[in-house]
């Protein structure tokens, strides 16, 4: 293992003085190249008062991004490589997505109307509850395999078995990205939905949402339908995202990608599209006796 790389005094890079406001575990470590930065780039800055502005600024007041040291009398080190101090720039993108973050926090819990029977919507929940399972992975899947045994045309047979690769598709998806991402549901969130697999614990994307925006798609371009019933097909799929972030399942965020990767995940079906053309082994395997 390297040893950590140390300052002046000799003090690895990323601990604090004891003296110091930041805290290592949110960047204290990086109060020189911040203040190196301001310095370089400030005309007529001196390492001092560029201390006394980043010590100022509602960020380091905030306590989302600390800088350590601040008004302490530890003396500057020297300069760092451009690299590092590139790293450690509190970027308008990292802003930008805290904001977003907190937006999202905040309008989540606002909309989450049905999260408790106590809740100002709570007589609403056995209704959202009914939409969950409306868009639940296993009557889909139950469902498809259903129509595939009794289907008797080879057109029928194509579709539905697509529809099946589909639906595996997004389960595998959500999954991956679940076990990746790992973000927690709601605080609010009452656990209480049918069969759930361990990646469920975790919010981000909606699973519910990817379904619904991948079999809504795909309804749309394989099933002729009238007009009123795609329409209604199309409400099915948005208030199921609604209902989510209202049963407090889910944050805006989990929702607004589910619809996103659940569209994106039709246009790979589609593209993979199975046929006795294309997979025939599937399909003499299907129509074995
Ligand atoms: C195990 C199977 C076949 C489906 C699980 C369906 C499920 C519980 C998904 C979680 O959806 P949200 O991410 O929208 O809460």
Known sequence: MQSPRRNAEGRPLGTCDP????????????????QS???????????????LRASESPVHRRGSFPLAGAGSSQALPPQLPEEDRIDLNPSFLGIALRSLLAIDLWLSKKLGVCAGESSSWGS???????????????PWLLGTLYCLSRSDSWAGREVL???????????????????LVRRRRPAHNQMD????????????????????????????????????????????????????????????????????????????VDYCWLSPHTAPVLFVLWNQP
């Not at 003296?19 to 911040?34: D, M, W």
């Not at 959202?128 to 399972?133: A, D, G, S």
């Not at 690769?165 to 990205?177: N, R, T």
């Open 19 to 34: 003296s110091s406001s930041g805290s290592p575990a949110h960047g204290g470590g990086s109060r020189f190249e911040f």
């Open 37 to 51: 930065l301001l310095s370089s780039r400030v005309p007529g800055a001196d390492p001092t008062s560029a201390r």
């Open 124 to 138: 609403m929940r056995p209704l959202m509850k009914l939409l969950e399972i409306s868009g639940h992975g296993i």
């Open 161 to 179: 078995m697509n529809l099946l690769f589909a639906l595996l598709l997004d389960l595998l998806l959500v999954s991956l990205i679940k076990g």
């Open 193 to 268: 939905m049918f069969f759930t697999v361990s990646v469920d614990k975790y919010s981000f994307p909606s699973g519910h949402t990817t379904r619904a925006a991948l079999v809504s798609r795909f309804i749309l371009n394989h099933l002729v339908l009238a007009i009123p019933l795609r329409v209604l097909v199309v409400l099915w799929a948005f208030i199921l995202g609604l209902s989510r972030v209202m049963l407090g399942r889910h944050n805006v965020t989990d929702v607004a990608f589910g619809f996103f990767l659940g569209y994106m995940q039709y246009s790979i």
